[in-house]
């Protein structure tokens, strides 16, 4: 039977952190494309091999969307309209930007789900990048479509005729087996997600007043101290990582305005002295509040300029 394993999973802190080691490893722009190319249909993530016994493109894209979370927290999100599917990546609220190769990864899957399927060389209508240019040759060959950088969001665009286009290894049978686990795991997912999320945000709202204690969490969520602790234990987490967690997320959406000092930030998120804060923050990020909102401004700036 397959389990969704909380234990086993990482925040997408850490996903992004393993991208830019790849990247920085690799030194190859396109090498998150063509790690998807050069891997094997049979040695891919199971929602992906389930989605190439789909009855077609269409098919198997809806049950990619559906089941891509259980290796990864971003949502594919599909709008279809004039002949045209376009399919747009959303991360949780204030991640920081995705890696370059993350994005490259995900819309070469999208196209290698197809061309796998259909046994056809297909090629999207367009693809779209927020990083500022220029285009790599290989990435031009590769997706052999109109590439535009400096987009208002990363989006992979898709001819709606090519959705319909039978999969050539459509195997009902099999696909009768393994929705079901994946159905299950994907359930047990949304609902640890839902409580972890919960538990989230009643801790970002009561930071200021001082550090939260899981009873107070618990009357917030309608529920005992016990049955709170017995939930989250459940997930495979505690409550002083989601702790954590809360303060570390609402820390770097808060530095992300200019407007808030770094003093206000450390009270808002419930420390006591802007030391504690700072050494929270090394522990987090590596380096200090201040350097960081810098390096993050500068970033923003010199998209803008490219742009």
């Not at 722009?29 to 050069?38: E, N």
């Not at 009270?267 to 960081?292: H, I, K, M, V």
Request: aromatic residues 8%.
């Amino acid at each position: 039977m397959l389990r969704h394993d909380a234990a086993a999973s990482i925040s997408t802190a850490q996903l992004f952190a393993i991208w830019r080691a790849i990247e920085s490893l690799s030194g190859d722009a396109s090498f998150g494309i063509k790690m998807v190319r050069d891997t094997s249909t049979a040695t891919h993530k199971l929602a992906f091999l389930a989605a190439t016994y789909a009855e077609n493109y269409r098919d198997g894209l809806a049950r990619v969307i559906r089941f891509k979370r259980l290796c990864s927290p971003d949502k594919l999100h599909c709008d279809e309209k004039n002949g045209r599917v376009s399919i747009t990546i959303e991360w949780p609220p204030g991640t920081e930007p995705e890696p370059d190769l993350s994005v490259d990864a995900s819309f070469a899957m999208l196209i290698e789900l197809g061309r796998r399927g259909t046994g056809q060389n297909l090629t999207p209508v367009a693809v779209e990048f927020k990083r500022a240019g220029p285009v790599l040759d290989f990435h031009g060959v590769y997706f052999n479509c109109p590439i535009r950088f400096g987009a208002a969001q990363n989006r992979f665009v898709l001819a709606s005729a090519d959705l319909d286009r039978p999969f050539i290894n459509h195997n009902p049978e099999l696909l009768h087996m393994l929705a079901p686990a994946l159905a299950q795991a994907m359930g047990e997912l949304e609902a640890a997600s839902t409580l972890v999320e919960q538990i989230k945000t009643v801790l970002k709202r009561v930071m200021p007043s001082g550090r939260p204690e899981i009873a107070s969490v618990g009357r917030e969520l309608g529920m005992s101290e016990r049955t709170l602790q017995r939930r989250i234990t459940a997930e495979g987490t505690t409550f002083r990582a989601l702790l954590g967690d809360a303060r570390q997320e609402l820390g770097m959406q808060l530095l992300s305005d200019p407007a808030l000092d770094i003093q206000e930030v450390a009270w808002l998120l419930g420390y006591q002295d802007t030391n504690s804060f700072y050494r929270a923050f090394r522990e987090w990020a590596d380096t200090t509040p201040g350097r960081w909102r810098q390096v993050k401004r500068q970033s923003a700036d010199s998209g803008k300029h490219l742009g």
